[in-house]
């Protein structure tokens, strides 16, 4: 399997080695398969994966805390579970 985080929402896209190159994001359609694969191959296409991960994580993991800072104080956000 192939791991592909996407760059654009960062959602981690699982998929099939085979399917991988020419993956489309499951959340917001980013071809990430070009993204990741095009021009590169062997050692440089893995580290780049990994780079890009490991980036992305800590982008997403410092939204996702000034996110819950936003929620504190606000309780109108999309996707609220109140009824
Ligand atoms: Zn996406």
């Known amino acids: 399997m192939a ?3 996407c ?3 960062l ?4 998929l099939k080695k ?7 994001c499951t959340a917001c359609e980013f071809a990430v398969g070009h993204y990741y694969f ?6 440089e296409l893995e580290t780049f994966i990994k780079d890009e991960n ?12 000034e996110h819950r800072k936003h ?5 109108n956000h ?3 579970d109140a009824s």
């Open 3 to 5: 791991y592909l985080r």
């Open 7 to 9: 760059p654009e929402c």
């Open 11 to 14: 959602t981690t896209n699982t």
């Open 18 to 24: 085979t399917e991988a190159p020419v993956a489309i």
């Open 38 to 43: 095009d021009g590169r191959f062997g050692d």
């Open 54 to 65: 490991s980036r992305l994580k800590k982008i997403r993991e410092k939204d996702v805390r």
């Open 71 to 75: 929620q504190q104080g606000a309780s």
């Open 78 to 80: 999309i996707g609220s």
